[in-house]
């Protein structure tokens, strides 16, 4: 299993040991057969478990979708504004400093995304990302270049357009464009060999959308790309180990592949706000994995 520091809950101890609590009475009451205290211990427990993975802070906006719960919350390091859904941190902004467009968290200029644009980014004319977030990868499109978004949630979008919350896609230099609905589906209408870039990033979840890493999605993005184009998949998770799929499936496509996953952020003012993250690069070429 991967724990990716700040990809999880923010845990309360005070309210984890609660829970620990309750559910050593619950198990002590279901052995003496006392349903009714059994009963009420479970339910104060399920309160309480729905509250641990809130993080602090001020809410600035919260709606619920088919999808899940998104938040926007202040907090609670001053002047950083977070995106949660459900209990996973979805993205970073530093409110701050105005016109900035300095991606955080797992799209840091000094992590595996940030190495590969600072390489890659002048090759990238038309780059299409799948998953949108708070729009932080925008910041990486350069005047000239355009970077195409597909989101299946309608609240995400709302959330990364509202300059009152995020202000990445605004702010960005490039040519940004944002379309609504399944990013695999979406897929199948993008020419092909005219992307330098596809970024599959909708993996960072409670859940993890299997459709877009089977081998007929990894065949459509490949063949999306122009010659010595990449596929980037961000798979920063939890639970799973999806580097080991990722390889398999890549190896039974014919297609080249290399991981680059942080194993500790250094704490220094050159890497404040970024988050631990872990990213896998395909291409058909070597010359689309040499960068990262």
Not at 122 to 146: D, E
Not at 170 to 196: C, H, W, Y
Request: with cysteine; aromatic share 8%.
């Amino acid at each position: 299993a991967l724990w990716l520091a700040g990809s999880g809950p923010t845990l309360d101890l005070k309210k984890s040991a609660v829970v620990i609590l309750i559910v050593i009475g619950a198990f002590w009451a279901f052995f003496k057969r006392r349903a009714p205290f059994n009963g009420l211990m479970l339910v104060v427990a399920s309160l309480v478990l729905a509250d641990v993975g809130r993080l602090p802070g001020n809410v600035l906006f919260a709606d619920r979708s088919f999808f899940g719960v998104m938040k926007v919350i202040d907090g609670p390091e001053p002047g950083r504004r977070v995106l949660q859904h459900g209990t996973t941190l979805h993205g970073t902004q530093d409110v701050r400093v105005a016109g900035s467009c300095q991606p955080l968290s797992y799209y840091h200029r000094n992590g595996p995304i940030g190495q590969f644009f600072a390489q890659a980014g002048p090759r990238l004319r038309t780059t299409t990302v799948v998953g949108l977030g708070t729009g932080a990868l925008a910041c990486y499109a350069t005047p000239g270049q355009r970077m195409t978004f597909f989101e299946i949630d309608p609240i995400v979008e709302q959330i990364a357009r509202d300059p009152r919350l995020f202000t990445y896609l605004q702010n960005s230099p490039g040519e940004i464009e944002i379309t609504v609905g399944d990013g695999r589906k979406l897929m199948d209408r993008v020419p092909e060999a005219s992307q330098d870039l596809v970024i599959v990033d909708a993996f960072s979840s409670d859940s993890v959308p299997v459709h877009l890493m089977t081998r007929e999605a990894l065949r459509t993005y490949a063949s999306r790309l122009r010659p010595g184009g990449t596929i980037a998949f961000h798979i920063s998770n939890r639970y799973l180990d999806l580097e080991s799929v990722l390889a398999a499936t890549a190896t039974a496509e014919g297609l080249l592949g290399i991981s680059n996953r942080d194993a500790a952020v250094p704490d220094d003012v050159e890497n404040v706000g970024r988050t631990p993250s872990h990213w896998v690069l395909i291409s058909r070429e070597q010359s689309g994995l040499a960068v990262m």
